[in-house]
């Protein structure tokens, strides 16, 4: 007799709703907002919006996007999502180029340094490369098919990410693992080779990011996680460098009496390109939290945190580029239950986003009016699907967004009782009866 | 209270765990989530634990010895007892999903460490699921053996990713294990004798052990004879089918 299995993401939707994603274009050239199964393009240096053409001919997407990203130089984009659809943009006349179908949801995609390849990530934690040679931004890739390249054992892959120079591709999991992977001249035969694992996370692994570091090509490896901490690691041996508490801090400025559970699961990171700063999302906080990372030193530590008043805004995604001092914020969920308006997004965004010198104010971290936002009203109006957002809905669509996070993010942990409840009523042994 | 012979897990006459005290489901599927604690990283296995007459509980990991040998999915855990006489120096664990079986096991090395003083010190059991939390319990090149011996077949394809040994999960094996270190496996069901085979075969970090190796290695004589689903399958004169590799440096 075959046990039922409780298989994370596989007969049932362990989620309802997506988060609102951002991405931006590492010379600031565009902006890019995800948002259930739409997919928003904003031209910052034309001023207009930006229509997109799929002459692939497969479909556009048709279930909640649930990963974005420009490669490095900023030629391709890909997003990729519930609809087990990944697909390659060329990111100037955004045409899709290629439309591959993953066997699961996808839920993170990464693109190699050198940007031959594309990686994704599905919910059987398998990662998959997919080989760009000879890609022409022109010209339609066909039947492209990925390969397997390594595996978390049944476990959700939350973030991909390449080291700085390009040797190895990272993977965070739901259970707490980060895996360190060296990516192989020949990546569609595997990349067996583990260089370590990072482990020191006690709760799910949400988001990662890359420091820059002199002596160090491939760049330290900053995590973030549903236990309430941003940790500092050194991907060559998987030491764990430091631990910063941003929980308590977040809670601390969130608390207001109520007694209520504090939700201090980091949900994600931003890191300036050239510099040491870190940008925090944080399940609790209104705003950001900014951590400043101590190359030599080898620590993380909290150096501000830019609160933003008016509306609770609680970002459930960050982005920025390689050039620009701007923070961009994102928030929204796919669907928000008893609202029309279920394609809500509020986008925000922080000037100054660099290490501060100490004797210049004008740098300082704050945080933009819309008026004052590259772009403007159009951005806001293409981005968020419109200009301004009505107090009441938008404070409603918060309150959704910090429930869909909440299930997002906390891994369920099923009593006995909803175990067998929830064997007795799988799909396939429904069908039975 | 002392408990009668009969109601007691203990055999009065052996000292040992009584197995019929410790039946558990045949099978267990390594894909659902139980709830055993799992060390946050290799550092954090608490030697004195499994190992109280050869640390103490001040130990602090660092350059102190390390288990070297595993055996994922020790099942009653024949092949332990085997080896740790054999290889009286090195230490060693058994992995288990089953939490009866896992605590016979206990339960079986504490009476072995009672009856046989200065002995067994260095065998241990743990519960837990192999295929999740290997590199939660060993770093990077700390292993010099691994034994799969008659693991669960998975019969149907849809149910192929439940084996123990599959290409990715050879990935994590290569890299607990040193360089020069082998991995052991055996079946007595051919289809899957045949899978592990081509899943090694396959792997740029393992090669093949040569027949005259394998002559001289006293281990592997254990594969077949050792474990309690071994002396089964020979009681019953069935076949077995063994795949032994070492984990070699990948080419470049
Ligand atoms: C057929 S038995 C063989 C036991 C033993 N090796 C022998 O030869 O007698 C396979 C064992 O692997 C265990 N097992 C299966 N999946 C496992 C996993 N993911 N982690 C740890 N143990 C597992 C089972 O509970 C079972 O005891």
Redesign the pocket.
């Known amino acids: 007799m075959e046990e039922p299995a409780i298989e994370e993401g596989d007969n049932h939707r362990d989620v309802e709703v997506a988060p609102a994603l951002i991405s931006v274009h590492p010379d600031h050239k565009f902006i890019v907002v995800s948002i259930g199964s739409d997919l928003r393009v904003f031209d910052l240096q034309g001023g207009c919006s930006v229509t997109l053409v799929d002459d692939s001919s497969g479909p556009l997407h048709k279930d909640s996007i649930r990963a974005i990203r420009f490669g490095a130089e900023g030629k391709l984009f890909v997003s990729a999502g519930d609809d087990k659809l990944v697909k390659i943009w060329n990111a100037n006349s955004w045409h899709c180029i290629s439309t591959v179908c993953s066997e699961k949801r996808v839920s993170a995609v990464a693109i190699s340094k050198d940007g031959l390849f594309v990686c994704f990530a599905d919910k059987f934690g398998v990662v998959w490369a997919l080989n760009l040679d000879g890609f022409d931004e022109n010209q339609v890739l066909v039947d492209k098919k990925a390969a397997p390249v390594l595996a978390h054992y049944c476990s959700i892959i939350t973030s991909l990410e390449f080291s700085l120079d390009g040797r190895f591709i990272i993977s965070a999991d739901r259970d707490f693992k980060i895996r360190v992977s060296v990516f192989p001249k020949k990546p569609l035969d595997g990349a067996h080779e583990i260089q370590s694992f990072c482990l020191g996370h006690t709760e799910f692994v949400s988001c990662l990011a890359f420091v820059c570091a002199p002596d160090y090509p491939e760049g330290f490896l900053v995590s973030g996680s549903g236990d309430s901490t941003v940790r500092l690691w050194d991907i060559t041996s998987g030491s764990l460098l430091d631990t910063c508490e941003v929980g308590s801090q977040a809670g601390f400025l969130e608390s207001n009496g109520r007694g209520e559970e504090h939700y201090s699961a980091v949900i994600d990171l931003c890191t300036t390109p050239d510099g040491t700063l870190v940008a925090a999302a944080i399940q609790s906080l209104q705003g950001i939290m900014l951590l400043n990372c101590n190359i030599s030193a080898k620590s993380l530590s909290i150096a501000k945190v830019v609160s933003i008043t008016g509306g609770s805004f609680i970002p459930t995604s960050l982005g920025t580029a390689s050039c620009a001092e701007f923070l961009w914020m994102v928030t929204g969920v796919s669907t928000l239950h008893g609202l029309d308006s279920h394609s809500l997004a509020r986008v925000r965004v922080i000037s100054g986003f660099r290490i501060s010198s100490p004797d210049s104010v004008e740098h300082e971290p704050t945080m933009l009016e819309d008026d004052e936002i590259p772009g403007g009203e159009k951005l806001l109006e293409k981005l968020q699907g419109s200009v301004s957002i009505e107090n009441k809905v938008f404070s409603a669509a918060a309150e959704a967004v910090k429930m869909a996070m909440c299930n997002l993010l906390i891994k369920k942990q099923y009593s006995a009782d909803k175990r067998e409840f929830r064997k007795r009523t799988r799909n396939d042994k429904k069908i039975k009866q | 209270m002392l408990e009668k012979e009969g109601h007691s897990k203990i055999s009065k006459s052996t000292h040992l765990p009584r197995k019929r005290f410790y039946r558990a489901r045949a099978?267990?599927n390594?894909l659902s989530d139980s709830h055993f604690p799992v060390p946050i990283s290799p550092s954090h296995v608490d030697y004195s634990v499994h190992f109280p007459q050869l640390f103490s509980s001040s130990d602090e990991g660092g350059d102190s010895k390390k288990i070297e040998f595993a055996?994922?999915?020790?099942?009653?855990g024949?092949?332990l007892i085997s080896l740790s006489t054999l290889f009286p120096e090195t230490l060693m664990i058994g992995?288990?999903?089953?939490d009866k079986?896992t605590e016979y096991v206990k339960e079986r090395i504490l009476a072995l460490r009672v009856a046989n003083p200065g002995q067994y010190q260095n065998v241990s059991v743990v519960r837990?699921?192999?295929?999740k939390y290997i590199p939660n319990y060993f770093g990077k090149g700390q292993l010099s053996k691994m034994f799969f011996?008659?693991?669960?077949p998975h019969f149907k394809e849809k149910n192929h990713r439940r084996r123990?040994i599959s290409t990715h999960l050879l990935d994590e094996y290569a890299y607990v294990l040193g360089i020069g270190g082998i991995i052991y496996t055996i079946t007595d069901v051919e289809e899957l004798g045949d899978w592990m085979k081509d899943c090694l075969e396959g792997h740029p970090m393992f090669e093949a052990i040569t027949e005259a190796e394998l002559e001289g290695d006293p281990v592997v004589k254990l594969l077949s004879s050792a474990?309690?689903?071994?002396q089964k399958v020979a009681r019953n004169g069935g076949q077995t089918f063994q795949a032994v590799y070492r984990r070699i440096a990948p080419s470049l």
């Open positions: 099978h267990s390594p055996d994922v999915g020790c099942g009653f024949g092949l992995m288990e999903i089953r079986v837990t699921n192999s295929m011996l008659f693991p669960d123990v474990t309690e689903e071994g």
